[in-house]
């Protein structure tokens, strides 16, 4: 079964750094161009980063840039966002997406279960 | 703000069809293809179609999709109770250098 699965998520102090994980099963992972997408409960979604099957390419939203990195371990099988300089308003569900087929780097097709980080004094 | 524009919401009775638009500009629609997720409360999204008009296996076929220039579109055919959820567009921008999603729209089954 192709599956995803996030952790890391918790409750950190603005200013301070959280780091996501993001592991994958079921499927060729090192294969597949992957994303991270942001949601504030009750609002839309955001795109927050992607990174290429080899790691090697990485593109940010504007709104973390700088502040967050993503990464992947691909003899691990796991993704990665490291989020330092953390914001009250980076608080949200984080989700974790493949593409439908590696060709189609952005139709996001599986989607993990989200992580819920809230930063807050 | 995203930079693509929905309708926040949509109805119609079972059996109807629905649409709901997405409004870009040339440095995303009109240069790019266009995506739609559905999200159902409390779940996470799920892709409904890709490539403008590309229906993934298991997508009823009562979803489509269509894009003229800067725009896109998706109807929803034979409305069911089922469909009640939030519907997102997204395109790449190569402007923003990212992927953005629509607004979202609420759709209810009346």
């Known amino acids: 079964e192709v599956q995803l699965v996030e952790s890391g998520g918790g409750l950190v102090q603005p200013g301070g750094s959280l780091r996501l994980s993001c592991a994958a099963s079921g499927f060729t992972f090192s294969s597949y161009w992957m994303h991270w997408v942001r949601q504030v409960p009750g609002k839309g979604l955001l795109w927050v980063s992607r990174?290429?099957?080899?790691?090697?390419?990485?593109d940010y939203a504007d709104s973390v840039k700088g502040r967050f990195t993503i990464s992947r371990d691909n003899d691990k099988n796991t993704l990665y966002l490291q989020m330092n300089s953390l914001r009250a308003d980076d608080t949200a569900v984080y989700y974790c997406?493949?593409?439908?087929?590696?060709?189609?780097?952005?139709?996001?097709?599986?989607w993990g279960q989200g992580t819920t980080v809230t930063v807050s004094s | 703000q995203s930079v693509l524009t929905q309708p926040p919401s949509a109805s119609g009775t079972p059996g109807q069809r629905v649409t709901i638009s997405c409004s870009g500009s040339?440095?995303?629609?009109?240069?790019?293809?266009v995506y739609w997720y559905q999200q159902l409360p409390g779940t996470a999204p799920e892709l409904l179609i890709y490539k403008n008009n590309q229906r993934p296996s298991g997508v009823p076929d009562r979803f489509s999709g269509s894009k003229s220039g800067t725009s896109g579109s998706l109807a929803i055919s034979g409305l069911r109770s089922e469909d009640e959820a939030d519907y997102y567009c997204a395109a790449w921008d190569d402007s923003l250098g990212g992927y953005v999603f629509g607004t979202g729209t609420k759709v209810t089954v009346l």
């Open positions: 997406a493949r593409p439908k087929e590696p060709a189609l780097r952005n139709a996001m097709d599986v």
């Open positions: 990174i290429n099957s080899d790691g090697s390419n990485t």
């Open positions: 040339s440095s995303n629609i009109g240069s790019n293809n």
